[in-house]
């Protein structure tokens, strides 16, 4: 009997320590009482908690403009001038009339003036003066550190943690089209894939690559590691031997594009498992990576810290955990680069 | 889908029928779950006795003579369980939610704290062609993992720290049921580690950080941080909104003490459904798994399958999985159906499941009566044979 009481009394405290870690909202909240679930709005992402960072959201928008082709949105862009030039995406801007919502409502033409195919990102000029430029900040980003991403809202689009320093993120392989013969000692070529660049380049089976561009190679190895610079669309300039002849021919990098039918492999599958991805999502010569949930049309826009700085410019949406933005010191370098390249060019046009 | 990266990208089909194991893998019972979390304490008296007997490091072939092991372990557990009190966190964490740019602030700081000390402890582990993570827990190179990650007992593991240290080791034991597995470094040394929670303080909304190696190692990257808070919490399993990835399992989910809470298993379509092993688990059945034993995937495996895994719950059992290109996924079965009964027989929970297809032969028709919210549903699913592999 005793013994019957003392378990009566653990099942009870049992059940008092098991109710008592579900918050009552949440008890309430439950579907039909079977599951406790945090409140949607409750998420990292959710609306209550984007609302705590409404003033920092605040105070970058004036500096966020939203660009749309064709009357659709397609990314972000981030004000660098007072004057009317912003920074994007490159390669969500496609062709068509481009216009930038501005976070007052005024709706502005826009033109595609400068591009660094490089790292993706284009320069915009709009037409609408007087802006306010954000500011970019001076300290390195920190992994645990908030990263805000603002839109041209009160509300950030957005928001999460740094999750991995900055670091080069290699672009997608892409291929001339040959197997290697890697019992060889030398860059051989053992087999040329049908549809590729190698293919159309002419290069034949038993050719030795001596050269890719002006870089020296010995091995298979080095001959990849080479490759491996280039990405999808480049062409590369490769000279070697064929029998006792020099040869010369210049092939185009290609991704080759999956067989019908064929599933993507499973890390690809799962990777994809969460949302759509940015189209240009590798190649950067920098990035950080945060674990924000974006979509790929919010990039383009500015990841800022509570202060309202921008630690980067978010470049991609990258994988079920991973967006990518590119580092504050490359993006200032980037701009100073691309206005240097507008200048140039509208110096040489009034030379004319 | 669970989180394992295979090496051998060619073998889609091996981690496909690994897919269908996982499937039929039982879950716990209720009883392992949250009720269980009050008779933590006892259970952790019962670890600390069971650790002093030898058997435990009887599959090391270098470990040292069983009384120091015995002493060693006794080490081991009574500090993993200082308490902690929920006072000791910055205040935005004990909020519903933060509300200030103060509150974000004092969040930031606390979080990047605790990710530098805890990340050190946190493992890239190989086994066989398959990479994963996993988390040191104590000195002597205790690491808990994922059971779909070590498989088995006695398989030789590589393990890599953050900073490129590497260090040799083995698998011990694994419940294939609720997918809690345990490791041990067999390497001479004193190795970075981290402690346990107690599970019975973790709530809802609270605020966690998933460490991990998602993809896979990779030396240019090494770990990644990702924030979120459980949001939602059933028998046998943790969910949270930190966003994980294959190769991330076995990986650690820390609450704001810097104590593991979790360890990553598996993950669905929306960014919210990420999925983590109670830590308590790995408390409840430590000398079961630090003897290496090899439980709950041996419930006899069916010929037949219909791809789908599920979650206990008060009345049937909730679809946590249907998997892709099933007879279950053709027959337009979702996550998040309750199956209550299959050929007429009420199905109490998912191990009854398990026992009715044992019963059950590639080609049976099989009449399904689900809950889809608030509708009641019947689907015919003909059972197909389980895949090779």
Redesign the interface.
Known sequence: MHMLRTKTICWLAAVCLVIQSYPLEALAQGRSGRTHRLAEDQHKSGASILRAFSPVAGLVRPSVIELRVAGDMVAFGVIIDPDGLAITKLSEIREGSLSATLFDGRQVDAELIGRDDDNDVALVRINARELRPIEWAAEDAVVGQWGVTPGIDRLPEAVGIISVPPRRILHKRALIGVALNFGAPIATIREIMPGLGAEKAGLQVDDIIQFVEEQSVTTNEELMKALREFRDGQTVRLRGLRGSEAFETTVLMMIPPPAENERPPRHERMNRMGGELSQRAEGFALALQHDTVLHPWQCGSPLVNLEGKAIGLNIARAGRVASYALPSGLVEQIIANLKRDVLTVSHQEQAH | ?D?A??GN?SS?EG??ARCFQQAHAPVFSILMG??A???GVASLALVLSLGLSPFAPAVFADSPAPSETAEAQIEFVKPKLSPVRRSDLPAPFRQ??????Q???E??RH??????RASPAVVAVRVGSATGSGVVISADGYVLTAAHVSEEPNRTVRFTFPDGTTARGLTLGNNHGIDAGLMKITDEGEWPHVEMGQM??????DWV?ALGH??GFDP???????????????PGVIQT????????SGGALFDMHGRVVGVHSR??????QNYHVPVLTYLETWERLAQGENWGGEIPRSQSFVGIRGLD??QGFELEIVLEGSPADRAGMLPGDVVLRVNGEPMRDYSAFLKFMGKVRPGDELTFNLRRDEDDLTVQVTAARRPRG
Do not use: F, N, Y
Not at chain 2, 96 to 101: G, L, R, V, W
Not at chain 2, 267 to 272: G, K
């Open positions: 889908m989180l990266s295979s990208s889609k981690s496909l949250w009720g979390a009050s008779r519903e939610i933060p509300t200030s740019i509150d974000l602030l969040m930031e979080v990047q704290a605790m990710v530098g019975d303080q973790t709530r809802l909304g950080v998602p993809g240019d990257r090494s770990i990644v941080a990702r924030l979120g808070r459980v949001i939602r919490l059933a909104d930190c966003t994980l990835l294959g190769g991330d993950i669905s379509e929306s960014t919210s719950r008060a």
